[in-house]
C-alpha cells in the first residue's frame, strides 16, 4: 500500500539535505535553506510535492513544538517579570505599527478597511524565526530577547481578535463584541487552569510518572500535556503556539523541565524544519520576477517601519539606542500568523490574488533575510551610534546615568585583595557638588542577575567597595529603592563606565548573558583601564579565546566550571580526602586557564605585570589569599617560625593587617589574627598549608 505523504516527507527531506548542504558550504543560514527548499518542491516551483496541506499540518506541530520547548525553558516567573514589557512595549509595537501602515495605506488611495486589515497583516512577526534564532545565538535572556519574546506573546494574543474583526473589513455581520468578551472569559480560565496546573496538578503526576522509570511513558506524558493545552486554546480561538507556550511554562514550574526539554530537542528540530518549508511552499516565484522593483521596494519599506516602531516601544521601555536597534531589527519581518490572516482576507475580498502573492512574497523573503539581520545587528548598531544623537536617545529615556544558587563565586580570589574598605551597599555618599563620589579602588559588577547578586552579596559581607551597572530600568529602580549602589546604563558605552569609575576600579565582573554585549563590555573596559583586572563569565569553551583577545584576565565558562563541580561531588561520594579534591580542582582550573591564556598573546599584553606576567613564566603557580584564624597553626609566630618558603615551597606576597598593607614581609613578621596573608605556589602546595591558617 503505499502512502503518499510518506513520498512527499521523503522528497522534502532528500531535497532539503542538498540545499541546506549548500548553503552550509556557502555560509548561508539554515532557515533560508528549508525556505528555498520549500520554493523549489512547492506547487509554485517544480511541484514535486502533492499533499500540500498534509505538510501545512505537520509544520503546524513544529511550531506548536518550537514554543513549547522555549516555554520550558522559561517559568512563570519570568513571565510575570515581563509583564510591563508585554503590555506596554507590545501594545506600542502593535497599535503604533497598525495606524503608520492605515495611514500610508489611505495616502495610497486604498479604502479604510482594507487600510486596517493591510495595519493587521504587517504588525505581526514571526515568532518561529526570531524565537529560534534567539535560542541559536544563546540571546534569550539578553535584553533584546527579553523584549523580543514580551512583543511576540502580545502579537500572539492580539492575533485572536484581529481575525474575528476580519469579517467587519467588508462589512460582514457578527457580534463582534459578544465573541471578544467570550473569548476574553475563556482566555482568563485558561490562565487560571495555567496556574493550578503548573503549582499542584502536572508536578504531582510527572512525579509519578517518573517513578516509573520508563523513558517511554515520560516522553509521551509529555507531548500529551503539550498538544492538549495547546489543542484546548485551539479550541476556544486562541492559537497553537500560545497554547504550546503555556504547556511549556507549566512543566518548567517542575524539577523535570530539563529531562523534558532533552527528550523533545530532535522532534521539535524536525517539525520546525518542515514548517519553514511550508511557508516557502507557498510563494509564486513568477509573481516574483515580474514584480522584483514593486517586492524589493516593499520589504524595504516594512522592515526599516517596523524596526523604527519596535525600537521606539524599546525606548519606551526605558533601554539605550543599542537594545533599540537589536530588538527593533530582530522583529522587522512579518510574521507567519499573517498567512493565517491573509487567507481570511482572501475569503472576504480583502487580497486580490496577484496583491496575494505580492504579500506572500515580500513575508518570505523578509523571513529569509531575518537571520542575516540579527546576525549584522552588532555591527549596524555600532555604526548608527556613531551619529550624533542626544544623550537621553543614546542612554535611554527612562532613566539617566545616575543611580537610582550556586555560582562561580569561589572563583573570585582577587576580591579578598581589595580589603575591608567601606562599602558603598548601604546607600550613596554625595561630594561637595552634590553628585555621587566614585569610591576609588573599587569592584564594578556588569549586570545584575543571579550571579551579579552573588557577586554583590559577597562583597558586602566583605566589606569591599563596589558599583553596578545594569539595563534593566526595573531592576535599577528597584534596587536603588533597597540602597544598592546601583546605575542604569549599558557598559559597553565608555561615558557609562567612566560615571562608575572605570579608570580608579581594580576589578570588574561581567556577568552579563549576551555574548556579544560582554565582548564589547571587555573591550571598552580594557581600552579605558589597561590595568584593570576584568572577569567575566560566559555559557560556552569557544567563547573563551575571543574574550581573552580583547582583554578579559579570567574567563570562567559555565561549562567549565559545571564539571568540575560535579566530579569534585563525585569525589566526595568515593570518599576522596577534601583537601586532595580542592588540590584537583584547583590544578584543573589552573591547567585548563593557563592554556587558554597562552592562546593569544595580545591578551597577555593587557594584563597587570603583579597579576597576570607570572603566569607566563610560572605557568604551574597560582595566587591565592588565606585569613590568620583566631588559634590557627601561625597565629603568634613569625614567617621564619612557620618557614613557609622551606618547608612547604610558598612565598608569602604581601600581608594585609587593618587598613595597613605590609609588602615583601621580613622572616620578623609575626602573624596576627585576622591578617590576610596574599601566597603564591603551586596549587598542591597551597593546599597543603591552608590548614596552619584554619
Not at 216 to 222: A, C, N
Request: glycine residues 10%.
Amino acid at each position: 500500500m503505499q502512502i503518499p505523504l510518506l513520498s512527499d516527507i521523503v522528497i522534502i527531506f532528500a531535497l532539503a539535505v542538498g540545499v541546506l548542504y549548500g548553503c552550509h558550504q556557502l555560509r548561508i543560514p539554515a532557515i533560508v535553506g528549508f525556505l528555498l527548499t520549500g520554493v523549489l518542491a512547492g506547487p509554485h516551483g517544480f511541484a514535486l510535492i502533492g499533499a500540500v496541506h498534509e505538510v501545512e499540518s505537520l509544520a503546524e506541530i513544529g511550531v506548536v513544538l518550537l514554543l513549547f520547548t522555549i516555554g520550558l525553558e522559561f517559568s512563570m516567573k519570568n513571565l510575570w517579570q515581563l509583564k510591563r514589557s508585554v503590555l506596554l512595549g507590545g501594545s506600542f509595537q502593535v497599535f503604533v505599527t497598525l495606524l503608520a501602515t492605515f495611514a500610508i495605506a489611505r495616502a495610497l488611495g486604498e479604502d479604510t478597511g482594507r487600510s486596517i486589515f493591510l495595519g493587521f497583516l504587517v504588525s505581526l512577526s514571526s515568532t518561529a524565526i526570531v524565537l529560534k534564532l534567539l535560542q541559536e545565538r544563546a540571546e534569550m535572556d539578553s535584553p533584546q530577547g527579553k523584549i523580543n519574546l514580551a512583543v511576540l506573546i502580545f502579537q500572539d494574543v492580539v492575533a485572536v481578535p484581529m481575525m474575528l474583526l476580519v469579517p467587519l473589513m467588508k462589512g460582514g455581520g457578527g457580534d463582534f463584541s459578544g465573541a471578544f468578551m467570550m473569548l476574553f472569559f475563556k482566555g482568563i480560565a485558561i490562565v487560571v487552569l495555567a496556574i493550578v496546573s503548573a503549582k499542584w496538578i502536572v508536578p504531582h503526576v510527572l512525579y509519578q510518572i517518573a517513578r516509573t522509570r520508563s523513558r517511554e511513558l515520560f516522553l509521551l506524558t509529555v507531548v500529551v500535556i503539550c498538544l492538549s493545552v495547546a489543542w484546548l486554546t485551539s479550541s476556544i480561538g486562541l492559537s497553537l503556539a500560545l497554547g504550546a507556550f503555556l504547556a511549556g511554562l507549566i512543566i518548567s514550574e517542575s524539577e523535570y523541565s530539563y529531562q523534558a526539554l532533552s527528550s523533545l530537542l530532535p522532534f521539535r528540530d524536525l517539525f520546525t524544519s518542515i514548517f519553514f518549508i511550508s511557508i516557502g511552499m507557498l510563494v509564486d516565484s513568477r509573481v516574483l520576477m515580474d514584480n522584483p522593483g514593486v517586492v524589493a521596494l516593499i520589504i524595504v519599506g516594512v522592515m526599516l517601519l517596523k524596526a523604527i516602531i519596535a525600537g521606539g516601544a524599546t525606548a519606551l521601555l526605558g533601554y539605550p539606542f543599542r537594545t533599540m536597534v537589536l530588538s527593533g531589527l530582530a522583529i522587522s519581518q512579518i510574521g507567519e500568523f499573517s498567512f493565517i490572516l491573509s487567507k481570511a482576507g482572501v475569503q472576504h475580498g480583502l487580497l486580490s490574488g496577484n496583491g496575494y502573492q505580492i504579500f506572500l512574497s515580500v513575508s518570505v523573503l523578509s523571513m529569509a533575510a531575518t537571520p542575516f539581520i540579527i546576525a549584522k545587528g552588532t555591527p549596524i548598531a555600532a555604526l548608527l551610534m556613531r551619529l550624533p544623537m542626544p544623550p537621553k536617545l543614546q542612554s535611554g529615556f527612562h532613566f539617566h546615568l545616575a543611580p537610582s544558587g550556586h555560582t562561580w563565586l569561589h572563583r573570585l580570589p582577587l576580591l579578598s585583595k581589595l580589603g575591608r574598605g567601606r562599602s558603598t551597599g548601604g546607600g550613596e555618599s554625595l561630594n561637595g557638588n552634590g553628585k555621587e563620589e566614585v569610591p576609588g579602588d573599587h569592584l564594578l559588577i556588569v549586570g545584575y542577575g543571579l550571579n551579579g547578586r552573588n557577586v554583590a552579596r559577597a562583597a558586602r559581607n566583605a566589606g569591599i567597595p563596589y558599583m553596578i551597572v545594569e539595563m534593566n530600568p526595573v531592576t535599577v529602580k528597584k534596587e536603588k529603592a533597597r540602597g544598592e549602589p546601583i546605575f542604569y546604563g549599558d557598559a559597553s558605552q565608555e561615558a557609562v563606565l567612566e560615571h562608575v569609575g572605570v579608570h580608579h576600579a581594580r576589578i570588574m565582573v561581567v556577568a552579563i548573558p549576551d555574548p556579544v554585549a560582554t565582548r564589547m563590555v571587555v573591550a571598552t573596559a580594557r581600552n579605558l583601564n589597561p590595568r584593570l583586572h576584568i572577569i567575566t563569565r560566559t555559557r560556552f569553551l569557544p567563547e573563551m579565546k575571543p574574550l581573552y583577545e580583547l582583554g578579559a584576565n579570567e574567563v570562567i565558562p559555565e561549562e567549565f566550571e559545571t564539571s568540575v563541580e560535579i566530579f569534585t561531588r563525585v569525589l566526595s561520594k568515593y570518599l576522596i580526602p577534601r583537601d586532595e579534591i580542592e588540590a584537583f580542582a584547583a590544578k584543573v582550573r589552573s591547567d585548563g586557564y593557563g592554556m587558554l591564556r597562552s592562546l593569544s598573546e595580545e591578551a597577555t599584553a593587557f594584563c597587570s605585570p603583579s597579576l597576570c606576567d607570572y603566569r607566563l613564566y610560572l605557568p604551574d603557580a597560582e595566587i591565592c589569599s588565606l585569613r590568620v584564624k583566631e588559634g590557627s597553626a601561625v597565629a603568634g609566630k613569625s614567617l621564619a617560625d612557620v618557614g613557609l618558603r622551606k618547608q612547604y615551597g610558598v612565598t608569602m606576597l604581601s600581608l594585609r593587617r587593618d587598613a595597613e598593607t605590609i609588602t615583601n614581609p621580613g622572616a620578623e613578621t609575626i602573624f596576627a589574627p585576622g591578617d590576610i596573608s596574599v601566597l603564591v605556589g603551586s596549587p598542591e602546595k597551597l593546599a597543603e598549608v591552608k590548614h596552619l591558617f584554619e
